[in-house]
């Protein structure tokens, strides 16, 4: 029955979607500037609303984030949260069943260089069965599917067993933010799914991630004259030799069945003014991944300060000039039980709605954390995005994903909500 309303309401469905993407929604500076999401949510709140949802908004706190700094480890202070918040929309269900919440993100990342890009990145655009546009993989299809599987079923004429929340979230690419807010302030259910790109897949489990900023100063002056300065950027080299030797270390004592080893990325490097001059100072960024459970965020934080103080210590410029550490983005690790009753359900309601039902882990980070350690509540993530297909131009979604995603959504309500 569900897939013949489906088949009757696609276009309807489609545009919800598509109209999604044509909202620009770009998050700025990784949220530290800011974002756009406001747009978006107003559309989604005139649509929810009409629905017969009971609308509540969240805005984004700076306490609040000091708050998940103190209680979690986790939080981005000091970003931009003008006209930024969440977005929670609550659908009533019969008696005392269990209620269901999925989560989204709003934001995306910025469009990047347009040249690369083959369609314009604000429109949904149809190419063999795929739908091309900034935000269709990470995550509009997700947030839409989410919100047109309740429409399903009320387009079904069949009663929600037990309350649906629909949680839109902003700053999410900024590190998490916005879901930290929604958390934090109560606004959780009984069972969560995270509607990020798993390429319908269910995803169990997910490596934890920290930033660091490392600063190291040196003595500038004409190249000419090179050994009475001190390069600053050979003494960055350096101190990196370090964090390859950690990761090394870390590759041979922890290992987890699905999960990929931990690892350390040197992604940015910034020093110098010319080839002809000393550089006087030098940045350079990372980023590492952990093993949930397995290792534990102070002390994977302690362990990089302590291999990079060490390895500075060995030199005397640095050992007199100490690198400065900072952290400046960070998210724990996820990972649930295949065993537990909601996994079970989902991979049910998945086998119903698509056909199929895979189980998985993704190496990159999301919002799934915040509903286990905060809410304490079980979840996955599913959602009909592809996996690697955001944060790069010409971003895409194969249509039948979002139609499959709608169905397995929908029969996981009727399934878990009783």
């Keep these: 029955m569900l897939r013949k309303v489906l088949e009757e309401h696609k276009e309807e469905y489609l545009k919800i979607f598509t109209d999604l993407v044509s909202i620009d929604t770009q998050t700025i500076g990784h949220g530290i500037g800011g974002g756009k999401e406001i747009a978006g949510q107003t559309y989604l709140e005139e649509l929810l609303r009409g629905m017969g949802a009971d609308i509540q908004k969240d805005p984004i706190l700076e306490e609040t984030i000091q708050e998940g700094l103190r209680r979690f480890h986790e939080g981005n202070p000091g970003h931009n949260n003008k006209d930024r918040y969440n977005l929670i929309a609550t659908f009533p269900g019969l008696g005392q069943a269990r209620s269901l919440l999925f989560n989204g993100h709003m934001d995306t990342m910025p469009a990047g260089d347009l040249e690369q890009w083959d369609t314009p990145p604000l429109k949904a655009t149809e190419r063999d069965g795929k739908y091309y546009g900034l935000?269709?993989?990470?995550?509009?299809?997700?947030?839409?599917?989410?919100?047109?599987?309740?429409?399903?079923?009320?387009d079904a004429g069949i009663q929600l067993p037990g309350s649906v929340r629909i949680v839109s979230v902003v700053?999410?690419?900024?590190?998490?933010?916005?879901?930290?807010?929604?958390?934090?302030?109560?606004?959780?259910?009984?069972?969560?799914?995270i509607c990020e790109p798993t390429d319908c897949n269910?995803?169990?489990?997910?490596?934890?991630f920290v930033f660091f900023s490392v600063k190291v100063t040196g003595v500038s002056l004409h190249s000419g004259m090179k050994w009475l300065g001190v390069n600053a950027i050979e003494k960055a080299i350096f101190l990196?030799?370090?964090?390859?030797?950690?990761?090394?270390?870390?590759?041979?004592?922890?290992?987890?069945?699905?999960?990929?080893?931990?690892?350390?990325?040197?992604g940015v490097i910034q020093g110098g003014t010319a080839g002809s001059a000393v550089p006087g100072s030098c940045e350079?960024?990372?980023?590492l991944h952990y093993i949930p459970g397995l290792m534990e965020h102070e002390a994977v934080c302690q362990e990089v300060v302590r291999a990079i103080m060490e390895r500075a210590g060995q030199d005397k410029w640095l050992r007199e000039n100490p690198p400065e550490l900072v952290i400046y983005q960070q998210g724990g690790g996820f990972e649930i039980d295949r065993r537990s009753p909601f996994v079970q359900c989902v991979r049910r309601a998945a086998e119903k709605g698509m056909g199929w039902a895979n189980l998985n882990v993704a190496a990159t980070g999301n919002d799934a954390r915040y509903y286990q350690h905060i809410a304490g509540i079980p979840t996955v993530i599913f959602g009909p995005?592809?996996?690697?297909?955001g944060h790069r131009p010409n971003e895409y979604i194969e249509i039948k994903n979002f139609y499959q995603c709608i169905l397995a959504y929908a029969n996981l309500i009727l399934d878990w909500c009783q």
């Design 240 to 266: 990196m030799g370090a964090l390859d030797e950690l990761e090394q270390r870390w590759g041979e004592k922890y290992h987890h069945p699905e999960l990929p080893s931990p690892s350390i990325n040197v």
């Design 135 to 154: 935000g269709t993989s990470d995550m509009k299809a997700g947030l839409a599917a989410a919100v047109c599987s309740v429409k399903l079923l009320q």
């Design 385 to 389: 995005g592809h996996a690697g297909k």
């Design 171 to 193: 700053d999410e690419e900024g590190g998490g933010n916005g879901s930290l807010s929604a958390t934090l302030h109560g606004y959780n259910a009984d069972a969560a799914v």
């Design 284 to 287: 350079f960024k990372l980023c």
């Design 202 to 208: 269910i995803t169990t489990a997910n490596m934890g």
